[in-house]
């Protein structure tokens, strides 16, 4: 799926085009601002609609109920008590949204915690944006 949505080798149809008008909408959840806005601007600047930015678990979930995002940018520390398995474990049950993690805390016992909710994929901080979009849009391929 390109980042726009659209299916590149299917027929144009109804639905098709729908997908081509619409890009794939995207979740942060990074509590760190700067990490937030540059995120934002990458996707954006590479044709995805990001819905919002969440700095807790706990605005992920509402983003996430609200946007219903085809899939969340997530960190693993973040600004709650809440980190950002227990959002992608939650976003993984209630709402069938799977992540990709864009984190320094990747251990083997993090990965271990998180493999359950179907990762989409890794990115070890400090990452570059293009790395981070070519990701999210391999990610979002895995979706189809």
């Avoid at 949505?5 to 639905?15: F, I, Q």
């Avoid at 979930?61 to 600004?79: F, H, K, T, W, Y």
């Amino acid at each position: 799926m390109r980042p726009d949505g659209a299916r590149s080798n299917s027929a144009p149809s109804a639905s098709a085009e729908q997908e081509q008008q619409e890009p794939a909408r995207i979740l942060i959840v990074e509590d760190d601002f700067l990490i937030a806005m540059q995120t934002e601007t990458a996707l954006a600047d590479a044709g995805f609609h990001v819905v919002g930015t969440a700095t807790t678990a706990e605005e992920a979930i509402i983003l996430a109920r609200e946007q219903r995002p085809s899939l969340a940018v997530m960190d693993i520390r973040l600004a709650s008590e809440r980190d950002g398995i227990d959002a992608a474990s939650q976003l993984f049950r209630e709402l069938n949204i799977r992540c990709i993690f864009a984190t320094a805390h990747e251990d083997p016992r993090t990965r271990e915690r998180a493999e359950p909710y179907a990762p989409l994929g890794w990115l070890a901080k400090p990452y570059t944006m293009p790395s981070l979009v070519d990701l999210v849009a391999e990610g979002l391929s895995k979706l189809d």
